[in-house]
Structures are given as structure tokens and as C-alpha cells.
């Protein structure tokens, strides 16, 4: 099965210094990869996703960048703030829409110190 | 995107009694998933249940101590049976609905076995 490896696992930042987190994946098959970002006690919420037909995408100070023949790709935040601080998971998935579910990385804790 | 109502949000329960959760989604989907996020882990998805058929299982989970219900397509029960306290952790459902839309987290359950 899939399996998705996420670095780092912990992540420390000035507010205001870009944050990059990445994960790779083993299964070729996958083509939808999103972005979670979980605070405490809360579920984990989609903050950018891409499909493997896209490269790049970018939504304000979040981006993530897709290499599918390296099989990884990285989330990007920039202008960190301390809100963004919690904890993101990448996951890979195949064919959306046919029912197949997310596989998770192992999480990034991200802190952002004013 | 999907809005899903889970209950109950958390409960302690006594070893070797059984805790049943529920999702219900707001729109008809064809698949909802049950994960399970032990304390500060990741995600690791038990389950795909389909309306109409048999839940199917992971590796390392098995019908008799998480049965799953999925009686029509906007709702799902997953029982934990005869908990012991390493069945403590957050419990939480999701569903994908068609092109364009992620993949959604019901709140979650945490659940304390003592």
C-alpha cells in the first residue's frame, strides 16, 4: 500500500520566515495530494490540496509544488504568523473520487515565535 | 464541502464495555472512511465502509472489535468493542464528495478507556 514519509517532524520559526515541510510517497498510482492543518483538539482542516496533473499551486501565502517523478512534494508557507502555529499533515491519495482513502503522513508540529 | 455531525464529541468509558459512534453527513456520499488518531500521532484509517456492503479493513483491524454500520448514504456507525485502554485515542470519520471538493473530517470522538 501507500505509504507517505513526512520531514520534519518538528519545525521552529521566526514570525515572518517562510516554513517549508516535506513529504514523499511510494505509490505511483496517487494523484491527489492535500494539505492538513490540525490545531489542538480541533479536526484536521484541508488548507491547500493538488493533483498530479499540476505542478505548482499557490493560494496567498500557502503553495505547494508536486514532483512526480521524484514521487514528493512540499508545502510552502510564507510571512508566518503565530496563528499558523499547529500541526500539518500531507497525505496522498488515487483516484479521488472512486472512493480511496487518505494516507497520512506522520505530521510536522510548526511553531511560530513572535 | 460536506458538513458532518459526529457524536458523541468524547466519552471515558469503563474496560470491556463496547462505545458506539455516529456520522451524519448532509449530503448523500458513496463512501465514508473511520480513522483513528492515537495522542499525538497521525491519522491511521481503520475502515472504508460502502452503503450496501461490508465495511472493509486494514491491516491490524478487524470486524469483531470495530463493526461498522452504513445503513444508507448520509450515515455511519463504527463500534469499538470490549475497549481496553489502548483503544483510547480520537476517533474520527470522513467523506469525499465529487470532483472539486476535499476530503472531509467529521470533529471527532476522543475516546478515554479507564
Known amino acids: 500500500g501507500e505509504n507517505v514519509e513526512q520531514h520534519p517532524s518538528t519545525l521552529s520559526v521566526q514570525e515572518g520566515d517562510s516554513a517549508v515541510i516535506k513529504c514523499t510517497y511510494s505509490?505511483?498510482?496517487?494523484?491527489?495530494f492535500p494539505w492538513y492543518k490540525q490545531e489542538l483538539g480541533k479536526r484536521p482542516q484541508l488548507i491547500i490540496d493538488i493533483r498530479s496533473n499540476v505542478g505548482e499551486k499557490k493560494d496567498q501565502r500557502i503553495a505547494v509544488t508536486l514532483n512526480k517523478t521524484a514521487k514528493h512534494f512540499s508545502l510552502h508557507i510564507t510571512e508566518t504568523q503565530p496563528e499558523d502555529s499547529a500541526v500539518y499533515f500531507c497525505a496522498a491519495s488515487k483516484a479521488r473520487n472512486s472512493g480511496y482513502a487518505l494516507n497520512f503522513g506522520k505530521g510536522t508540529s510548526l511553531l511560530v515565535t513572535p | 464541502s460536506a458538513v458532518i455531525s459526529q457524536k458523541p464529541s468524547r466519552d471515558i468509558c469503563q474496560r470491556g464495555t463496547s462505545l458506539t459512534i455516529q456520522c451524519q453527513v448532509d449530503?448523500?456520499?458513496?463512501?465514508m472512511f473511520w480513522y483513528r488518531q492515537q495522542p499525538g500521532q497521525s491519522l491511521t484509517l481503520i475502515a472504508t465502509?460502502?452503503?450496501?456492503?461490508?465495511?472493509?479493513?486494514e491491516s491490524g483491524f478487524v470486524i469483531d472489535k470495530f463493526p461498522i454500520s452504513r445503513p444508507n448514504l448520509t450515515f455511519s456507525t463504527l463500534t469499538v468493542s470490549n475497549m481496553s485502554p489502548e483503544d483510547s485515542s480520537i476517533y474520527l470519520c470522513?467523506?469525499?464528495?465529487?470532483?472539486?471538493?476535499?476530503?472531509?473530517f467529521g470533529s471527532g470522538t476522543r475516546l478515554t478507556v479507564v
Open positions: 449530503s448523500q456520499v458513496t463512501m
Open positions: 505509490d505511483s498510482a496517487s494523484n491527489y
Open positions: 470522513s467523506v469525499v464528495q465529487g470532483e472539486g471538493y476535499g476530503y472531509t
Open positions: 465502509a460502502n452503503q450496501g456492503s461490508e465495511a472493509t479493513y
